[in-house]
């Protein structure tokens, strides 16, 4: 046309054509595409322990990843299943108090006590909301919000368990390393490792719940016992996080179901990016230490950690993850029409 | 009435719409017929207005980038960077392709809604009209629109569209899916409306047959091209048209 109209273009790069799906790398070059970007999360993680040996930062960076498994958790549920779960301070206080029991009552490590109240709090939270597994959108979520609530008035209303005091005298970790580098290592390996399950045969029907349910029946599958998997896929990693939260604090009590386990994940899959698992990992990333540096400002943090909250969604409501993946992948050019 | 030129519309690279000038004039019912992915729904997002919304949406998610080029002209007016609302107001209105219709709302709730541009005198004027020509909805009226039969919905979707005292009014595949005989009864309802009310249509089809007797004119697309235009007789007297579009076989004795 000879109006000369522009439009903008987006074009994949060279080397993701074709690399895509298909791994026949020639050049270094090549190889770099596709590895760098992992190899610096990896790297960047496993370093963090030793840039910042601060007592304080090493507090900070275990809660971070305790947060970065939770959000992956709700990620993993929420654009992979279609449930949109709340009950991070349920898998949360159900890991941790068994952590603490298995600690305290019969005396078990803490390198045994957290696989043991993963697998079995991540069972316990999948029958305990198999009865909501018909519901969807905000029903689900909505349940899975009472869950904790209720967990933890029981708790204090029959003052077991350690009632309102929570249960004390639970071990550590034997050092301040094997406590950070355990995390890091779970987040890494759960989170590469839910990445590998969605591209799965068990990955593609349970996007494809998401999708339709209705046609998922119509092919012969149970859509409750793949949402059942999924739910106890995510509730294990929920567990291993309050499980590990309890032996870093020592103590376990009614505040591991407060509303912040279930909250801030969300935030950072928002911050992060929906629906690519290495989104909300590093909204945690971000959000945990920030909320930490605004601690200076007492009250006023929440009001900054609000702001920015509003900001991205308003701004970058697609996550910096995916605005990243797409940078990465294409460039973009300005054509003639 | 209203004129596009130059219309072209880009999903990410894949051009949808290449080209297009379309017009159509006061009081025509003008046909668009293409198979699927031809760019009959693009072209009456676009002619919308619902196009720039697509795009917004896409860009807040961070999905494809749509690009709209082109000028579309109604009465003299260039109205490329209307707003679909501001779009409705100057009596563009929409019946969209799989009807859409407000499924958890009676019937009579769905037309009202419809209404919201019509002062109150116009939409009970409206509503009579349209259980005029559509008896069946009169009796469905305080029905719940997701239990109403696929015809019904149709209906309740023109009747919707025209509660907005359209002047233009863009039907989107208003047979997908209906019997013979009801695609044969929404036709001559078409026709009618476009008679009684004095107003113009576009309307887009994949088979031609139904609607051939009562378009004034139309256009072919084809991968977003307008490949033909013409007069109904221009048209069917083109034997590659026939086959194609209104499934008469040629005998090529």
């Known amino acids: 046309m000879d109006k000369g109209q522009r439009r903008k273009e987006r074009i994949d ?6 690399t895509e799906g298909i791994y026949a790398l020639s050049s270094l070059r090549e190889l770099s595409y596709l590895s760098v970007p992992r190899l610096v999360l990896i790297i960047g993680l496993l370093a963090l322990p030793l840039v910042m040996p601060s007592i304080y930062w090493q507090r900070v960076i275990t809660i971070t990843c305790i947060y970065a498994l939770l959000a992956l958790s709700f990620d993993f549920l929420a654009h992979f299943v279609g449930l949109v779960c709340l009950g991070g301070a349920f898998f949360v206080g159900t890991g941790g108090y068994l952590a603490a029991i298995a600690n305290t009552t019969f005396g078990l490590p803490p390198w045994m006590t957290v696989p043991l109240a993963a697998v079995v709090g991540g069972s316990l939270c999948t029958v305990l909301l198999l009865p909501c597994l018909p519901l969807r959108g905000v029903y689900f979520a909505i349940v899975s919000l009472m869950y904790p609530l209720l967990l933890a008035r029981v708790i204090e209303a029959l003052d077991i368990l350690g009632g309102t005091d929570g249960i004390m005298g639970i071990d550590s970790f034997a050092n301040r390393w094997a406590e950070q580098y355990f995390l890091i290592g779970a987040l890494l390996l759960l989170m590469f490792g839910v990445r590998r399950l969605v591209n799965t045969d068990l990955g593609l029907v349970l996007r494809g719940i998401k999708d339709n349910d209705q046609a998922i029946r119509a092919s012969g599958m149970s859509v409750t016992f793949y949402k059942s998997i999924a739910v106890f896929i995510a509730s294990v990693i929920g567990c291993l996080s309050g499980a590990s939260l309890v032996h870093i604090y020592m103590w376990s009590g009614i505040s591991q179901f407060a509303l912040d386990f279930s909250i801030l994940p969300i935030a950072a899959t928002v911050i992060g990016g929906g629906g690519t698992l290495v989104g909300p990992v590093l909204g945690c990333l971000l959000l945990v230490p920030i909320s930490e540096l605004l601690r200076d400002f007492g009250t006023l943090r929440i009001v900054f950690y609000a702001l920015i909250m509003v900001a991205f969604i308003i701004f970058r409501s697609e996550g910096i ?3 990243g993946q797409r940078k990465y992948h294409q460039f973009e050019r300005w054509t003639e029409v | 009435m209203l004129e596009a030129t130059d219309l072209m519309v880009f999903y990410e690279n894949m051009l949808a719409l ?8 006061e009081g025509q019912i003008v046909g668009v017929f293409g198979a699927n992915s031809a760019g009959k729904s693009t072209l009456m997002y676009t002619l919308s207005g619902i ?3 697509i795009q917004k949406k896409e860009e807040m998610a961070g999905g494809e980038r749509i690009t709209i080029l082109g000028d579309v002209t109604y009465r003299g007016e260039d109205i490329s960077r209307l707003k679909p609302s501001q779009r409705a ?3 563009i209105v929409l019946c969209p392709e799989r009807r859409r219709i407000f499924s958890e709302s009676s019937v009579l709730e769905n037309l009202k809604i419809g209404g919201y541009l019509a002062s109150s005198a116009e939409a009970r004027k409206t509503i009579r009209y349209v259980f005029e020509i559509f008896p069946a909805l009169e009796k469905l009226k305080n029905r719940v629109g997701g239990f109403l039969s696929g015809g019904e919905q149709q209906m309740l979707a023109i009747g919707r569209a025209l509660m907005a005292q359209p002047n233009l009014l863009l039907l989107d595949e208003p047979l997908l899916g209906l019997s013979p005989l009801m695609q044969a009864m929404l036709m001559r309802a078409t026709r009618e409306i476009r008679n009684e009310m004095k107003i113009s ?7 031609a047959r139904p609607v051939i007797p009562i378009v004034d004119y139309a256009f072919i697309l084809e991968n977003g091209a307008a490949v033909m235009e013409g007069t109904r007789e221009e048209l069917m007297d083109n034997p590659d048209v026939r086959s194609a579009y209104f499934g008469v076989e ?4």
Do not use: F, L, P, W
């Open chain 2, 201 to 207: 249509i576009i309307v887009t089809e994949q088979y």
């Open chain 1, 13 to 18: 790069r060279g080397i993701k054509v074709r």
């Open chain 2, 89 to 91: 107001k100057k009596g």
């Open chain 2, 18 to 25: 290449n080209n297009i000038n379309i017009k159509c004039a």
């Open chain 2, 250 to 253: 040629e005998s090529h004795a």
């Open chain 1, 321 to 323: 993850m995916v605005y």
């Open chain 2, 51 to 53: 196009m720039q919304d």
